[in-house]
């Protein structure tokens, strides 16, 4: 089994990456694993309206069903992901997600990829959004709520 970590600033196509990366590997793209086992505030809401790719909302599905019911959701996905023969893309993006992963799995299974879009294609994406979310003007990359909130920009 193989873990490959997608660390990435927010709109740096991880999500299109890890698609593409699971489909050429013939793996299992996760999507943002770090947002469904550890939910923080408004997140919780929106994971039990969440659908997964296979299509079935995600307390119904047969990968995240047992998990997200589980006790203990990090160990539940943990044990669940030991099991699985494939390689496995998770797209969470954060160092915090990262430490997790590097507790849990050896070295030799976890391949963490830094994922940087050039700044001026990823500052146009921001821009788009922001606009099309009614979330205000992109007047600086110091005032932008996604680069501040993103462990990458340390990396810059």
Same mark, same amino acid.
């Given at each position: ?76 996905? %943990? &044990?669940? *992901?030991?099991?699985? #023969? ?5 797209? $969470? ?5 990262? =430490? ?10 976890? %391949? &963490?990829? *830094?994922?940087?879009? #050039? ?5 146009? $994406? ?5 606009? =099309? ?17 993103? #462990? ?5």
């Amino acid at each position: 089994m193989k873990y490959v970590n997608i660390l990435s600033l927010d709109r740096s196509r991880s999500t299109i990456t890890n698609t593409f990366l699971s489909e050429f590997y013939g793996g299992y793209a996760l999507g943002e694993v770090g947002r469904t086992i550890h939910p923080v505030g408004s997140e919780q809401n929106s994971l039990r309206e969440s659908v997964c790719s296979c299509g079935s909302q995600l307390e119904d599905c047969e990968f995240w069903g047992d998990i997200l019911s589980a006790e203990n959701v990090a160990k539940a996905y %943990i &044990s669940k *992901v030991r099991a699985l #023969d494939s390689v496995v893309f998770d797209a $969470s993006k954060t160092i915090k997600h990262s =430490r997790f992963l590097r507790s849990n799995f050896p070295n030799e299974e976890l %391949i &963490s990829v *830094v994922l940087l879009r #050039d700044f001026s294609g990823w500052s146009k $994406s921001v821009k788009n959004a922001m606009e =099309r979310n009614g979330e205000g003007s992109f007047s600086s990359i110091g005032a932008n709520k996604h680069f501040l909130l993103s #462990d990458i920009r340390l990396f810059l």
